[in-house]
């Protein structure tokens, strides 16, 4: 910094003018005329100790220093900085190396530094003193520390020769200390005061303690109190007064103990200036009963002094106690039992006790600066949040030595904190043994105000040890989180009060509601320090299991990925034996999409989701933002409620309770399902991860607006349009969302030729309004065109005159229209639960162009069981819009109706299409069982149920086909090589492939069955090793096919008819072993979406002897098997049928 240079460095002559005009300035009394003996004084103390280092180069003056004032320092040095006028480069050197390899040493600068030390921080109240120390000149007053000060320094004018000096990181003006390393020298030579001309009267700890006792005539004696300083307190700011307490007692450390309370302004600079196991006398006491104690304790009076105990110098006084004891011994007696005491450790108790001890060592790291967390030693950490340490927190850094008296270690408290933890209350005191070499980290997560969300937890809400770690750990995450582009630190981490919340304590409280056991008692200071035994916060603590953490939307992102593809097993999506009878293509179709849901419980700890809700202009929904990135959200008010408001945009959500949804997108070329456990054919992979939740979950806060648009926007924000030329009127318009159609990218700009009152259609502001359409001020008689400058409001239901709603279900008059061949209307609109997703590439299943089906079960009022429909989402609406899973409730807006060439109802998306998610997939996935009915219910119709179970009996095989086919390009394949030469296959992988026709009835109806692949095994009895052999027996025709026809069964077979395999199998079929009870699950062969009217009843001719009978008869019902067990009762089909 620029000090008081004089004009030539190398002029003792100039150096001294210049001394000699800022000695008058800042030292001198102002208005008065110069003082040559002061001057002299200054000069002479400055020689002095410039020549005290021995390698003053022949110079009798430091004319490379220059004299520095405080309101110089405070006002122009912005940086730290040191200062030794006594110490020589080689010794400078050897100090900033003891910073160490991590830190970065002060730098030196050549500045003398002179002043009063006092204890006044700028006027002479007594009411200003608070005991902190300052240097004071002429300009003003600046903090300072001092490792061992002697009260006979107050008030006297120094040279200080080494001291370094350290802003304020708050950047404040004007702020700043100094920490001064040597002792002062004094300009002035101190007088040594005499001792007392007759030993001073003293009474000792064990005379002390019985007068506080006893009623006796020197009750009222204002006594000297003699003894060994054995500790003293921390000191304790209050709203009312400061104070602290210390303990005298005798030379035998089991003596007897008194405590004396210290909160005269005056004296409380005595905190600095006490050193435990020095001897003191305490002059002039006086007792006094505190609030809320029934005992009296010694107290300080206005007129007591602290002197240093000489034996020579004093005497005891010798009283006489007479009367009955007043009170009880303070120290002896028991304090008021908590609910916590009754807890006392046992092998079923978690509860711990935490030990005294005393501790020496360094500060090796800031862990948290404001929270009042270091590290020790590069072991231990320090919590010093449950003292007041507001003045202790610009001191200690890494490289300060501290001696802690009194001080509480806790191990294993828990909460994601693994080392032991040291940590004072008030009853212990923080000594100062050491500065620091190092320059302050400059750590702007810390720059927060002295009042400061920190304090407040562990002085107003109560927390213990374990729980304050992790809400700083929390807190700290959130500020990474959130800080400083959409808070700043010192708004996010301030002092919060009824009318001005904080933002980090509203995160944090859900779960302090939880953590905190209600009825909590308030700290008691006094009893802190002075019961025994000793009670505070940090007497007992509980191990913390972690109850949460507030990760990063980008972690949240990443890890689910790497869950999702952790978990991603192609053999556990088609599991055997059904992926051994998939051809390729039908392979890769059932890999190509899959989706996982991870709840918070699937994390430890849990995670709790928190971002700024904003929309997304490209991805075309909403997001949840913080500094590491964005995560897509898909949000409803309640189930069944859409998100409407759009004031919830730029709110801070935070939500315990979401899904986390992953979907998976893979491209693959699986020759077969042999191939399944080799990740070579996986040509791309892709997962889209969106988080889903009830804002009814979730906690909305608003956040300031005016750091709300670095958070919700990248670019910086644009200046308003200028307006236009002429007369120009703002206008609000009050619209009625009818319906919203799809999402999509479009090159559409307004024409030039639009009216200026089509910018400014929505703009608030205006007071009057025109009596003209809106489209018609639009310039245009159809289309409105959103400007970016326009603002939209949800108005309130009243303003609306008829809201239209989402209709939940479907009248059965809507689903007969949607179902049958009627296209008056082709645009169509449903609500349904999403039973499957399917991804469909070009060419599969009759697809034309890359696709999604989704299945969908219709819901509808009369219908016990819903029908399903098949909707697809081609190019250009994909990718889908988040949601679409199965399990979900979805509501389609004007989908277009179509119809199959094999009949069936189907719906497509088009541009017109919306999708709103009604209600999300559950939680946990248990699949309802289907329902038992009898086969004739399956004749009613429209009413039946689509997939169902029944108890049957097999009455007859119509047909068994079993065929080997390629699994490229699924032609026939003879020895289980593919004939097809051009082009060849580029694989010679087989699959098998079977499939049987039965006809079973359960005494209620008859119906023609049909299974394939594994279930054919199931049919016909094997297991799994005789079936396998079957099939190998069958790779050599590559085709077996078996079909019975007539009254007797009559074989028809692609094979020879008298070949070992046909008549195993025709016998197979036609034994006890086929034709047998079970119980079958199927699904209809007919779709529901079929617009085919049913076959009638048809009249039937039977012949009973030789009477003819004619009678309708049903159509056989068409079924296709989706599992088959075997019956409880397989030999007595009544009993079959009674279990029905």
């Given at each position: ?11 003792e002559?100039?150096?001294l003018?210049v001394a ?21 004084l ?7 100790t410039?020549?005290?280092q021995?390698?003053?180069q022949g110079l009798?003056?430091p004319l490379?220093?220059s ?33 160490g ?20 921080s ?20 600046l ?14 004018l120094f040279?200080f ?5 350290l ?12 920490e001064?390393?040597g002792?002062?020298?004094p ?15 003293v009474v000792?700890?064990?005379?002390a ?9 020197h009750?009222n ?19 009312k ?17 008194v ?12 905190h600095r ?11 002039e ?9 029934r ?19 004093v ?17 002896s ?13 046992g092998?079923?108790?978690l509860v711990?006790?935490s ?10 790291d ?22 007041q340490?507001?003045g202790?927190?610009?001191v200690?850094?890494?490289?300060v ?33 050491g ?20 304090e407040q937890l562990?002085?107003?809400?109560q927390?213990?040890l374990?729980i304050?770690?992790w809400?700083?750990k929390?807190?700290?995450d ?8 959409v ?14 919340p904080s ?9 302090l ?13 006094h009893?802190?320090?002075?019961e ?5 916060p940090?007497?007992?603590y ?6 949460c ?5 980008a ?11 952790a978990?991603f ?9 059904e ?6 293509w ?9 989706w ?21 202009s490209r991805?075309?929904?909403l ?25 919830l945009i730029g ?5 315990d309770?979401?899904q986390?949804v ?5 491209r693959?070329s699986f ?14 992979k ?8 009830l804002?009814?979950d979730?906690?909305?806060?608003s956040?300031?607006?005016?750091v ?6 990248s670019?910086p ?5 200028s ?23 479009r ?6 030729s ?6 400014m ?14 489209l018609?001020l639009?310039g245009?008689?159809s ?17 609306i ?49 890359r696709?999604v089906?989704?299945?969908?079960a ?7 069981f819903?029908?399903h ?5 081609e190019?250009?609406h994909l990718p ?11 509501y ?5 109706k179509?119809?199959s ?5 189907y ?16 939680d ?39 065929l080997?086919?390629?699994a ?6 003879p ?13 010679q992988?087989?699959v098998?492939q079977?499939s049987?026709?039965?006809l079973v ?6 119906a ?9 095994a ?8 005789e079936?396998t052999?079957?099939l ?66 048809r009249?039937?001719r039977?012949?009973?002897g ?22 409880e009762h397989p ?5 079959l049928?009674?279990?029905?």
């Amino acid at each position: 910094m620029a000090g008081c240079r004089p004009g030539a460095p190398g002029s003792e002559q100039a150096w001294l003018e210049v001394a000699q005009a800022f000695i008058q300035e800042t030292l001198c009394p102002p208005g008065k005329e110069p003082d040559v003996q002061l001057a002299q004084l200054v000069i002479d103390c400055v020689k002095t100790t410039w020549l005290s280092q021995g390698t003053s180069q022949g110079l009798t003056l430091p004319l490379s220093y220059s004299f520095v004032s405080v309101k110089d320092l405070r006002t122009h040095q912005r940086l730290p900085c040191c200062s030794h006028l006594s110490w020589s480069s080689t010794v400078y050197q050897a100090w900033a190396q003891e910073a160490g390899p991590r830190g970065v040493p002060l730098p030196r600068e050549r500045l003398l530094l002179l002043g009063t030390l006092t204890d006044l921080s700028g006027n002479l109240e007594q009411e200003c003193r608070n005991g902190s120390l300052y240097i004071r000149d002429n300009t003003g007053a600046l903090d300072c520390e001092l490792i061992d000060l002697d009260l006979s320094w107050l008030g006297h004018l120094f040279l200080f020769p080494s001291w370094s000096y350290l802003p304020s990181p708050m950047k404040s003006p004007g702020e700043g200390h100094v920490e001064l390393w040597g002792t002062p020298v004094p300009v002035f030579p101190l007088t040594i005061s005499p001792g007392p001309l007759t030993p001073i009267p003293v009474v000792y700890p064990e005379m002390a303690s019985r007068l506080l006792r006893y009623r006796s005539k020197h009750r009222n004696v204002q006594p000297n109190l003699a003894g060994n300083l054995i500790r003293f307190s921390a000191l304790v700011k209050s709203q009312k007064k400061a104070y602290f307490v210390l303990f005298l007692g005798g030379s035998s450390p089991a003596g007897t103990q008194v405590s004396v309370i210290v909160q005269v302004p005056a004296q409380l600079v005595w905190h600095r200036a006490l050193c435990p196991g020095r001897a003191y006398v305490l002059m002039e006491l006086r007792v006094s009963k505190l609030p809320g104690h029934r005992y009296r304790v010694w107290m300080t009076s206005t007129s007591s002094q602290l002197l240093p105990l000489k034996p020579e110098c004093v005497r005891e006084l010798e009283l006489e106690l007479a009367g009955v004891p007043l009170e009880a011994d303070p120290q002896s007696l028991p304090r008021p039992s908590s609910p916590q005491d009754k807890k006392r450790p046992g092998p079923d108790c978690l509860v711990r006790d935490s030990i005294l001890l005393s501790y020496t060592g360094m500060v090796t790291d800031t862990l948290n600066q404001p929270a009042g967390l270091y590290e020790l030693d590069r072991k231990l950490e320090l919590c010093l949040a449950y003292q007041q340490f507001r003045g202790l927190r610009r001191v200690v850094r890494p490289g300060v030595r501290l001696e802690l008296q009194d001080v509480h270690l806790l191990q294993s408290v828990g909460g994601g904190t693994r080392r032991p933890i040291l940590a004072p209350c008030l009853r212990g005191a923080v000594l100062l043994r050491g500065f620091s070499h190092q320059v302050p980290e400059i750590q702007f997560s810390h720059q927060v105000p002295q009042a400061s969300l920190y304090e407040q937890l562990v002085w107003e809400h109560q927390l213990g040890l374990p729980i304050y770690l992790w809400a700083t750990k929390a807190l700290e995450d959130l500020a990474c989180k959130l800080c400083p582009h959409v808070l700043r630190y010192h708004q996010f981490l301030k002092y919060s009060s009824p009318g001005d919340p904080s933002l980090g304590l509203q995160i944090l409280a859900p779960i302090l509601e939880v953590l905190i056991p209600p009825g909590c008692p308030g700290r008691n200071t006094h009893s802190e320090i002075l019961e025994e035994p000793h009670h505070c916060p940090l007497q007992k603590y509980t191990q913390l299991q972690t109850p949460c953490f507030f990760p990063t939307l980008a972690f949240l992102k990443e890890e689910a990925k790497r869950r999702a593809w952790a978990s991603f097993d192609p053999k556990t999506l088609l599991p055997l034996p059904e992926a051994s009878h998939l051809p390729s293509w039908q392979l890769n179709q059932r890999l190509a999409w899959s989706w996982q849901c991870l709840l918070p419980s699937a994390f430890r700890p849990a995670p709790v989701l928190l971002g700024i809700l904003v929309p997304s202009s490209r991805k075309g929904c909403l997001q949840l933002r913080d500094q590491s990135g964005s995560l897509s959200c898909l949000l409803l008010a309640q189930p069944l409620q859409p998100l409407t408001d759009p004031r919830l945009i730029g709110c801070l959500v935070r939500a315990d309770r979401f899904q986390l949804v992953i979907e998976r997108n893979v491209r693959s070329s699986f020759p077969s399902w042999k191939e399944l456990s080799t990740t070579d054919f996986i040509q791309k992979k892709q997962a889209r991860v969106y988080v889903q939740f009830l804002l009814a979950d979730a906690l909305i806060l608003s956040v300031p607006r005016p750091v709300l648009h670095s958070a919700t926007s990248s670019t910086p924000p644009r200046t308003e349009p200028s307006p236009p030329e002429g007369p120009h009127i703002e206008q609000s318009r009050l619209f009625l969302l009818s319906h919203k159609e799809a999402l999509m990218k479009r090159n559409f700009s307004v024409p030039p030729s639009a009216s200026s009152e089509t910018l400014m259609l929505f703009e608030e502001g205006g007071s009057s309004c025109v009596s003209q359409h809106p489209l018609e001020l639009a310039g245009c008689a159809s289309c409105l065109t959103v400007q970016d400058e326009w603002t939209v409001e949800l108005a309130s239901s009243q303003d609306i005159p008829e809201v239209l709603g989402i209709r939940p279900t479907l009248p059965e008059s809507s689903l007969t229209d949607l179902l049958s061949g009627n296209f008056a209307d082709s645009l169509v609109s449903f609500s349904a639960e999403i039973v499957s997703h399917l991804w469909m590439k070009p060419g599969s299943s009759g697809a034309v162009r890359r696709c999604v089906k989704l299945t969908v079960a219709l819901e509808t009022a009369d219908y016990k069981f819903p029908p399903h429909l098949d909707v697809y989402i081609e190019d250009p609406h994909l990718p889908p819009p988040l949601g679409l899973l199965p399990g979900a409730r979805v509501y389609f807006h004007q989908l277009e109706k179509r119809v199959s060439r094999s009949h069936n109802v189907y719906c497509c998306f088009r541009s017109s299409t919306c999708v709103q998610v009604l209600h999300f997939p559950p939680d946990t996935t248990v699949s309802a069982p289907l329902p038992h009915i009898y086969l004739a219910e399956l004749l009613q119709g429209d009413k039946a149920p689509f997939r169902a179970t029944a108890s049957c009996h097999v009455v007859s095989v119509f047909s068994l086909h079993l065929l080997w086919v390629c699994a490229h390009c699924t032609s026939i394949c003879p020895q289980g090589r593919c004939p097809r030469q051009s082009p060849a296959c580029p694989t010679q992988t087989s699959v098998s492939q079977a499939s049987i026709r039965l006809l079973v009835e359960d005494g209620t109806a008859e119906a023609v069955v049909t299974c394939r692949n594994h279930q054919v095994a199931a049919v016909l009895g094997l297991c799994p090793s005789e079936w396998t052999s079957l099939l190998e027996f069958v790779r050599g025709p590559g085709k077996v096919a078996l079909q019975f026809t007539g009254p007797g069964a009559q074989l028809e077979s692609s094979a020879e008819v008298d070949e070992p395999l046909t008549l195993f199998l025709w016998t197979l079929c036609t034994s006890f072993s086929v034709l047998r009870p079970m119980v079958l699950s199927f699904e209809l062969e007919r779709k529901p979406s079929k617009i085919i009217p049913l076959e009638a009843p048809r009249l039937q001719r039977f012949q009973c002897g030789e009477s003819p009978f004619l009678t309708r008869v049903n159509p056989k019902i068409r079924l296709s098997c989706l599992s088959i067990q075997e019956h409880e009762h397989p030999n007595a089909l009544g009993a079959l049928v009674s279990s029905c």
